[in-house]
């Protein structure tokens, strides 16, 4: 992009997502996936590379070590030990293979709004042929959609910013959701926190009661842990404790205040 287009793009009202989805893989996520994760993490594990201890709730890997956020979510989901989990945006599929590794008794599966990102997962991973499927989380709500217990997203709504998409994204997970729903993203992107609470407040997810944690992994990885049931975890009441001690960016927060201005909720649940 030229400077000017820089410029203009950082100065308009409304923001396109941060990518264009049609050439993601190509562009951007094959490149990624070889130049900066294959080199330093373990991206496709061996049988038996990976190890959870339910005693320490840690997840470790023999001759290599697991990107900080993957490695928080598999240990969230030794802890919660839900009876399936469904990735949205898996792309190349590596954390739903890994999951099946790490926990075969819990159903995996993982959805993916780019075909191109599926294929790539059918080369990475044959054996995932009939876990994987393509999902735009930001149509409305589709019955046919997988439901699990646990719905997490890995680095996938901090890109959306198109009008309302990642209020759509995060409804939709939550009512595909039995139980949890796990988000590690991007803190600064979007007010995850207020835009959550607007929207369960709003009427927006079928869930009767929602909790929200703060949940951490054993390197200090952050993630937003939404439950319908009560959890002895850390509460989480605002994005300034989600941010607390993280260094952020000034214009990225400019743009998750711009991107949440933009929604209109339901009515205030009554207290």
């Known amino acids: 992009m030229s400077l000017l287009g820089r410029l203009v793009y950082k100065t308009r009202k409304f923001y396109d997502d941060d990518f264009?989805?049609?050439?993601?893989?190509?562009?951007?996520?094959?490149?990624?996936?070889?130049?900066?994760?294959?080199?330093?993490?373990?991206?496709?594990?061996?049988?038996?590379?990976?190890?959870?201890?339910?005693?320490?709730?840690?997840?470790?890997?023999?001759?290599?070590?697991?990107?900080?956020?993957?490695?928080?979510?598999f240990e969230t989901i030794g802890k919660l030990q839900p009876k399936s989990v469904h990735e949205v945006g898996c792309g190349?599929?590596?954390?739903?293979?890994?999951?099946?590794?790490?926990?075969?008794?819990?159903?995996?599966?993982?959805?993916?709004?780019?075909?191109?990102?599926?294929?790539?997962?059918?080369?990475?991973?044959?054996?995932?042929?009939?876990?994987?499927?393509?999902?735009?989380?930001?149509?409305?709500?589709?019955?046919?959609?997988?439901?699990?217990?646990?719905?997490?997203?890995?680095a996938v709504l901090m890109h959306i910013h198109t009008a309302v998409s990642h209020f759509v994204a995060v409804t939709s997970m939550v009512n595909s959701a039995d139980r949890f729903v796990l988000l590690v993203e991007n803190i600064q992107c979007h007010n995850f926190v207020a835009d959550i609470k607007a929207l369960y407040e709003g009427g927006h997810f079928n869930w009767p009661e929602m909790n929200m944690y703060l949940v951490v992994g054993s390197t200090g990885a952050r993630g937003i842990l939404l439950s319908k049931e009560k959890q002895d975890l850390p509460l989480l009441t605002s994005d300034a404790q989600l941010?607390?001690?993280?260094?952020?960016?000034?214009?990225?927060?400019?743009r998750a205040n711009e991107d949440s201005a933009r929604a209109t909720?339901?009515?205030a649940k009554a207290r």
Do not use: C
């Open 265 to 267: 909720f339901g009515p």
């Open 92 to 154: 190349g599929g590596d954390h739903v293979a890994n999951g099946k590794k790490l926990f075969p008794a819990i159903r995996f599966s993982g959805g993916d709004r780019g075909q191109t990102q599926l294929d790539m997962a059918a080369q990475r991973h044959p054996e995932l042929a009939s876990s994987l499927s393509l999902q735009d989380i930001t149509m409305p709500f589709s019955h046919h959609w997988p439901r699990a217990e646990l719905v997490y997203s890995q």
């Open 20 to 73: 264009d989805w049609n050439t993601y893989t190509a562009d951007s996520y094959a490149r990624r996936i070889k130049t900066d994760v294959e080199p330093k993490f373990v991206a496709n594990a061996q049988d038996g590379q990976l190890s959870f201890d339910p005693a320490t709730g840690a997840v470790t890997a023999q001759n290599g070590t697991i990107h900080p956020n993957p490695l928080m979510i």
């Open 243 to 254: 941010r607390e001690g993280a260094k952020y960016s000034k214009r990225r927060i400019t």
